[in-house]
C-alpha cells in the first residue's frame, strides 16, 4: 500500500506519493483515505482577485482541459465535479498541438475560464511541457478574463504563463484529485493546503491560502461540512451583502463571518482586508483578537466546569475561594453575582496608568472597593472577570490559559485558539487599534491595555481566535456539550448557564448576554438564544431554537476605537441569517 505523509496539513512528498494516489482505491476504507488525502493536497497558491470559491451558476463558464493527445482519461473527473455546479458550462479539451487560431476562438467575452493542466514532471530534464502557444494564450486571457488554472502533476507551470489570477495545485494526476481541486473551487470543500516545495518569484515552501466553504454541495466527512445547498447559498450571499457593504461604509477594514448548524458549517464568507493598507483577505484562519469573548469562551467554559465537578459552588461567596478579596460588603459577593454582572464592582478602572508590573496590576484588581451593594444593579465589569480568572486559578491550580487549553481547546481541537500568539503568526492576525497609550499599531498583542498590564493573559480578554476554531465550539455547545467524541460540558450545566437568572434585573445569563430586541443578537432572534460581543469588534451567537450560530469576527478599531459603526452591522447580519433560516 502507498503510504502517504501528511504534515500540518500538506502533503509532505506530493510529487512521488499522490501521482499514484490511485492505487490505493479498492476497498471503502481505502477510498475514503484517498479522498482525504487527496483533499488535504490541493494547495491554493494565488487567488488575487479573490475568485475562489465560485459559488454561482449565473455565469458563462468554459472549462479547458489541457493534456496529451493519447491522455484520454485525463479531465474527465475534474469536468463531471464542475458541471454538478455549472450545469451549462461548455467544455473544451486542448492538445500540445492545438492552433492559437483554435485556442482564440474558443474564448467567448463573458467567459469564466477554468483550465486544468495535466503535466507529468520530467526528472531531472526540467520540462514542463505546456506548448508554448497554450502558454501563451492563457497568459494573454489572464488579462481579460477570470482564469482560474488547476495544475495537476506538476504545480511549476504557473512560470509558463505569470498573469494567472488564481492557481491551485495537487501536486499529482487522478480523478480522487481531480474531484477535490473541482470540490474547492465551488466550494464544496474548503482548502488549506500548505506547499511543501518553492518556485522563487511565484510560492515559497509553506505558501497556500484558505479559503471557506462557499455553501453548497458535501465536504465528505470534512469535521464542518456543510448542510443544505439552497440555505447554504443563500447565507453566503446575506454574509457577502452585509459585509461588503460595511466595508465600503468604513465599519472595519476586514471581516469573516461563519454560520452553521450542529453538524455543519452552513456558509463563510470574508470581507475587505486584514487592514486598511494592501493586505490579505480574511479567511476561516485569519486570527483576531477577541476582546471580550474571552469571558464566555474561556473563563465561563472553565467556571462551567468546575461547576459542573463541584468544585466551585455558584452561590458560595467569593471569599471562599479569593480570601485575599477583602473590604466593604465584599463578603456579600457570590460567584453567580461576578457571573452576572451584579456584584457591584466599577465597570472599568484604568489600572494600565497606575501600575509598573503584572503583579501589581493584580493587587490593584483586588484592593478595588465595592461601587454599590451587590444585586441592586446590573454593570458589566472586566474587574469581575478578572476576579473569576483567579477563582478558577486557585481551584484548579492552572492558570486561566493553561486551564482552558488542557480542558476545552484542546479536546475540541481549537489549534489557534490561544493567549500570546507567536511571531510566526503576525502574517494571519487581523491589526488592531493605532493605540494613543502604547504608541503603536498593535497586531498579535492584546488590544485591551488592562489585560496588556497583567501581562496579555486575563480572565476578561486577551484569547485570539480563528473563524474556523470558534465554529467548532459553537457546535459543540448545540450539539449539547459534544463535538467529535469530546464532552466539554453536560447537557444540564449549558442548561443552567444559558438561562436568563432574573429577567426582570437584566438579560444576563451566567456569563452569557440573551437577546433583547436591541442587542447585537438584532431583532429576530429570541432566548434561549446566547451570546456575548467583544470590543475590537468580534461576536457570537447561539440560538438552540433554530440550530444555529452566527460568528462575527473584525477589526472595527483599526484605527481607532472611535469607529463604531459595528453595532448596526452585528444586528444587520444577524437579522439577515435569521430572516432566511426562519422562512425555509
Same mark, same amino acid.
Given at each position: 500500500m502507498l503510504e502517504l505523509k501528511l504534515r500540518t496539513g500538506a502533503v509532505q512528498h506530493p510529487l512521488v506519493a499522490l501521482d499514484s494516489l490511485r492505487t490505493i482505491v479498492g476497498s471503502a476504507p481505502h477510498r475514503d483515505a484517498a479522498r482525504r488525502m487527496a483533499q488535504e493536497a490541493v494547495t491554493l497558491l494565488r487567488d488575487d482577485r479573490s475568485l475562489l470559491p465560485i459559488h454561482d451558476d449565473h455565469h458563462a463558464t468554459l472549462i479547458v482541459n489541457y493534456a496529451g493527445e493519447t491522455d484520454v482519461e485525463a479531465g474527465r473527473a475534474f469536468t463531471a465535479g464542475l458541471r454538478a455546479s455549472?450545469?451549462?458550462?461548455?467544455?473544451?479539451?486542448?492538445?500540445?498541438?492545438?492552433?492559437?487560431?483554435?485556442?482564440?476562438? !474558443?474564448?467567448?467575452?463573458?467567459?469564466?475560464?477554468? !483550465?486544468a493542466t495535466h503535466v507529468r514532471t520530467v526528472e531531472g530534464e526540467g520540462r514542463f511541457a505546456v506548448a508554448y502557444q497554450v502558454a501563451a494564450w492563457i497568459d494573454s486571457i489572464s488579462g481579460t478574463h477570470a482564469v482560474t488554472v488547476a495544475a495537476f502533476g506538476n504545480p511549476y507551470v504557473i512560470r509558463e504563463f505569470p498573469l494567472v489570477s488564481s492557481y491551485l495545485v495537487t501536486y499529482g494526476r487522478g480523478p480522487e484529485l481531480e474531484q477535490a481541486a473541482a470540490s474547492v473551487i465551488v466550494g464544496r470543500i474548503p482548502t488549506r493546503g500548505r506547499s511543501p516545495i518553492s518556485l522563487p518569484g511565484f510560492f515559497k515552501r509553506g505558501d497556500g491560502l484558505v479559503r471557506p466553504f462557499a455553501g453548497s454541495g458535501d465536504a465528505s466527512g470534512d469535521d464542518s461540512r456543510i448542510g443544505a445547498d439552497s440555505l447554504g447559498r443563500l447565507l453566503g450571499d446575506s454574509l457577502r451583502v452585509v459585509l461588503d457593504r460595511a466595508v465600503a461604509d468604513g465599519a472595519f477594514p476586514g471581516a469573516f463571518a461563519v454560520v452553521g448548524r450542529h453538524d455543519a458549517v452552513l456558509a463563510g464568507y470574508g470581507a475587505g482586508h486584514l487592514d486598511w493598507e494592501p493586505s490579505p483577505r480574511p479567511d476561516e484562519r485569519t486570527l483576531w483578537d477577541l476582546a471580550s469573548l474571552t469571558k464566555v469562551v474561556a473563563t465561563t467554559s472553565a467556571l462551567m466546569q468546575l461547576v459542573e465537578q463541584g468544585r466551585v459552588d455558584l452561590d458560595a461567596p467569593v471569599q471562599r475561594y479569593l480570601p485575599q478579596w477583602t473590604g466593604?460588603?465584599?463578603?456579600?459577593?457570590?460567584?453567580?453575582?461576578?457571573?452576572?454582572?451584579?456584584? /457591584?464592582?466599577?465597570?472599568?478602572?484604568?489600572? *494600565?496608568?497606575?501600575?509598573?508590573?503584572?503583579?501589581?496590576? #493584580?493587587?490593584?484588581?483586588?484592593?478595588?472597593?465595592?461601587?454599590?451593594?451587590?444585586?441592586?444593579? #446590573?454593570? *458589566?465589569?472586566?474587574?469581575?472577570? !478578572?476576579?473569576? /480568572?483567579? !477563582? =478558577? @486559578?486557585? =481551584?484548579?491550580?492552572? @492558570?486561566?490559559?493553561?486551564?482552558?487549553?488542557?480542558?476545552?481547546? /484542546?479536546?475540541?481541537? #481549537?489549534?489557534?485558539?490561544?493567549?500570546?500568539?507567536?511571531?510566526?503568526?503576525?502574517?494571519?492576525?487581523?491589526?488592531?487599534?493605532?493605540?494613543?497609550? @502604547?504608541? @503603536?499599531?498593535?497586531? /498579535?498583542?492584546?488590544?485591551?491595555e488592562n489585560a496588556s498590564a497583567l501581562g496579555g493573559v486575563s480572565a476578561h480578554a486577551g484569547l485570539f481566535s480563528t473563524g474556523r476554531d470558534l465554529a467548532r465550539f459553537a457546535r459543540m455547545y448545540l450539539n449539547r456539550g459534544t463535538l467529535d467524541g469530546a464532552r466539554i460540558f453536560t447537557p444540564e450545566t449549558i442548561d443552567l448557564f444559558t438561562a436568563v437568572q432574573d429577567s426582570t434585573f437584566s438579560n444576563r445569563a451566567l456569563g452569557w448576554e440573551t437577546p433583547t430586541g436591541q442587542n447585537s443578537a438584532g431583532h429576530l432572534m429570541k432566548r434561549p438564544a446566547f451570546g456575548h460581543t467583544g470590543f475590537t469588534g468580534t461576536s457570537i451567537w447561539i440560538d438552540p431554537a433554530h440550530d444555529l450560530f452566527i460568528v462575527l469576527l473584525t477589526n472595527r478599531v483599526n484605527p481607532t476605537r472611535a469607529n463604531t459603526k459595528i453595532t448596526r452591522v452585528r444586528q444587520q447580519l444577524a437579522d439577515a441569517v435569521m430572516a432566511l433560516v426562519t422562512s425555509k
Open positions: 455549472f450545469s451549462q458550462a461548455r467544455v473544451v479539451r486542448i492538445t500540445p498541438r492545438t492552433s492559437r487560431a483554435e485556442l482564440d476562438s !474558443i474564448v467567448r467575452p463573458s467567459d469564466r475560464i477554468i !483550465i466593604a460588603n465584599k463578603e456579600l459577593v457570590t460567584v453567580r453575582r461576578l457571573l452576572t454582572h451584579s456584584s /457591584g464592582l466599577p465597570a472599568w478602572r484604568p489600572i *494600565y496608568k497606575e501600575v509598573d508590573s503584572p503583579d501589581s496590576a #493584580m493587587a490593584l484588581v483586588f484592593s478595588t472597593p465595592l461601587d454599590t451593594l451587590p444585586g441592586v444593579r #446590573m454593570v *458589566y465589569s472586566d474587574l469581575g472577570a !478578572i476576579l473569576l /480568572g483567579e !477563582i =478558577v @486559578r486557585t =481551584v484548579s491550580g492552572e @492558570r486561566i490559559d493553561a486551564f482552558f487549553a488542557k480542558h476545552v481547546a /484542546g479536546p475540541l481541537e #481549537m489549534t489557534e485558539t490561544v493567549w500570546l500568539p507567536s511571531s510566526a503568526l503576525l502574517p494571519r492576525i487581523a491589526p488592531t487599534e493605532i493605540d494613543p497609550w @502604547r504608541q @503603536r499599531h498593535l497586531r /498579535g498583542e492584546v488590544h485591551d
